[in-house]
């Protein structure tokens, strides 16, 4: 079972900020947090993952709470082309097996 | 640089016959997963292989399920018998090692009649 839980659905107006949260108050000490995006009749694409600091790169920046216990994914200036699904996935670096766990994830619109 | 693929991008097949779904791999990336999506449904983890070491099958459905990489690159998923409820969105992702970043095909897309 996933290890987390995301709001279904979001609206982000064009052009602002989307600011995308996640709840994983059972994470592991040994656990990073990913995020992944789906767009439609796409296969998923990496955005970014952090352990307990916080990280930014091209795409996006992540904010993880010091228990560690929920995290935020911000999208700072979103475009149309941003609209996907967006899957939070904790999951430790060395993994056994390597696969990763999957939710429901967040369903995000931008709308112009 | 390439990404991975897959090949084919949609297959339609009719219920009890086999049908084999290819991924070619980053070049070079040691590790290899199989998920699948179905309608409405997040992605599940199907099996991954890891170099030479034998792969992980804990997450094939069913007996019918089998997948082979042959020559650490180039990985084969078979279905025999298949079902309606197969019907799905198979995804190949590869990484350079199993604590790498994963990166993902663009799947293909099954459908049993």
């Known amino acids: 079972d996933a290890k987390t839980t995301q709001p279904p659905s979001m609206d982000c107006a064009e052009g602002r900020a989307a600011n995308l949260p996640c709840n994983h108050s059972?994470?592991?000490?040994?656990?990073?947090v990913y995020w992944y995006r789906q767009i439609h009749s796409q296969g998923p694409q990496y955005i970014i993952h952090g352990l307990k600091n916080n990280e930014t790169n091209e795409m996006a920046s992540l904010i993880i709470t010091e228990d560690r216990k929920s995290s935020t994914l911000i999208l700072p200036h979103a475009t149309l082309r941003d609209t996907a699904v967006y899957y939070c996935?904790?999951?430790?670096?060395?993994?056994?097996?390597?696969?990763?766990?999957f939710g429901q994830g967040t369903e995000l619109s931008v709308k112009p | 640089g390439a990404g991975v693929s897959q090949s084919p991008s949609n297959k339609v097949t009719e219920k009890g016959k086999d049908v084999e779904l290819r991924c070619d791999p980053i070049?070079?990336?040691?590790?290899l997963y199989w998920y699948r999506q179905s309608l409405g449904q997040g992605l599940e983890f199907l099996i991954y292989?890891?170099?030479?070491?034998?792969?992980?099958k804990s997450g094939l459905p069913s007996d019918r399920f089998s997948a082979e990489r042959t020559g650490g690159s180039v990985s084969t998923l078979t279905i025999q018998r298949t079902q309606q409820e197969d019907s799905a969105v198979y995804l190949c992702?590869?990484?350079?090692?199993?604590?790498?970043?994963?990166?993902f095909g663009p799947g293909t897309r099954l459908t049993v009649l």
């Open positions: 992702a590869s990484s350079l090692d199993p604590t790498d970043t994963q990166y």
């Open positions: 996935i904790v999951s430790p670096r060395y993994n056994q097996g390597g696969k990763l766990i």
């Open positions: 059972t994470i592991s000490g040994n656990e990073y």
């Open positions: 070049s070079g990336h040691t590790a």
């Open positions: 292989f890891q170099g030479n070491s034998a792969p992980d």
